[in-house]
């Protein structure tokens, strides 16, 4: 009788989808990798225009606009390839 009791308690709980480490990890990641796509490729874009193509290098306004967006593109590209492998290793 102890026994079916103990099967009856076991089909009563709730499954369990992870722990909440991983739970948080998931969410602490996403909102990182969030931010980093909002940030990172606009920031980079204004640093690169004014600082590098625009006083290193001399170049006119339109040339430090393209290249500019040039590395504000592979930027979101290193981001959204930083996630998908910190997504694929911790199996997001």
Known sequence: MER???A???ALQP???GNESSLAFT???L???TA???TAH???YFTTKSYIFEGAFWMSN???YFYAAIVAVVAVHVVLALFVYVAWNEGL
Do not use: H, Q, T, V
Request: charged fraction near 15%.
């Open 27 to 29: 969410l602490k990641s």
């Open 62 to 64: 339109g040339y430090s």
């Open 4 to 6: 079916l009791d103990k």
């Open 31 to 33: 909102l990182f990798f």
């Open 36 to 38: 980093l796509m909002i």
């Open 42 to 44: 606009i920031g980079l």
């Open 15 to 17: 499954p369990e989808f």
């Open 8 to 10: 009856a308690l076991i």
